[in-house]
């Protein structure tokens, strides 16, 4: 079935850099914006970066804003998410998540995570 | 932005009803009627619940329905079943900058 697998997350000091990856399959890669949304420890989820289907264009929450990077590759159908300049605020479990073309903001597919430790 | 409002909990018996409030402001929930609700399973990924505000993706039972009003949406849950326990997230477009807003979540407690 559709499924999205995160990887990647790990233990990071404050001000260093990660890598998470997001591995899409049994759906069309290609016609989907793609999203990442995280969840500090026991607290809500916040909405952190979307790219487009075609990953010419890119969003992001002010807070990560030239730190984070999202990106694309639809040849290998994988969703990337650079992080740089890591806070420990920042620690939580990273989702990847699709959004349907049939409307907005409709989180339609999640994995299951992958989590980011941001400690000294 | 702030995050959308929620109450942190909710609770009833099997069988009876609740509703869940999310509390936004005339930047978002105002103005899109592209709100969303996720039920959330302890270690779990998300799911989508309602989306739309009233529609319901195949698969959701009717037990769940959402509605919108002003500035705040809601989500009722009626005939609760012990499986419904769980946390739930509203979810709001916020415009092309900040694109989703998410409600701080509520937990729903099956007594």
């Known amino acids: 079935q559709e499924q999205l697998v995160e990887s990647g997350g790990g233990v990071v000091q404050p001000g260093r850099s990660l890598r998470l990856s997001c591995a899409a399959s049994?759906?069309?890669?290609?016609?989907?914006?793609m999203h990442w949304v995280r969840q500090a420890p026991g607290k809500g989820l916040e909405w952190v970066a979307a790219?487009?289907?075609?990953?010419?264009?890119?969003t992001y929450v002010d807070s990560v804003k030239g730190r984070f990077t999202i990106s694309r590759d639809n040849s290998k159908n994988t969703l990337y998410l650079q992080m740089n300049s890591l806070r420990p605020e920042e620690t939580g479990v990273y989702f990847c998540?699709?959004?349907?073309?049939?409307?907005?903001?409709?989180?339609?597919?999640w994995g299951l995570g992958t989590m980011v430790t941001v400690s000294s | 932005q702030s995050a959308l409002t929620q109450p942190r909990s909710v609770s009833g018996s099997p069988g009876q009803s609740v509703t869940i409030s999310c509390t936004g402001t005339?930047?978002?929930?105002?103005?899109?009627?592209?709100l969303s609700w996720y039920q959330q399973h302890p270690g779990k990924a998300p799911k989508l619940m309602i989306y739309?505000?009233?529609k319901r993706p195949s698969g959701v039972p009717d037990r769940f329905s959402g509605s919108k009003s002003g500035n705040a949406a809601s989500l009722t849950i009626s005939g609760l079943q012990a499986e419904d326990e769980a946390d739930y997230y509203c979810?709001?477009?916020?415009?092309?900058?900040?694109?989703?807003?998410f409600g701080g979540g509520t937990k729903l407690t099956v007594l």
């Open positions: 790219v487009s289907f075609d990953g010419s264009s890119e």
């Open positions: 979810c709001s477009y916020a415009g092309s900058d900040i694109y989703a807003l």
């Open positions: 005339s930047s978002d929930i105002g103005t899109y009627n592209y």
């Open positions: 998540a699709r959004t349907t073309p049939r409307s907005v903001a409709v989180f339609d597919l």
């Open positions: 739309d505000v009233t």
């Open positions: 049994q759906f069309i890669f290609t016609t989907y914006a």
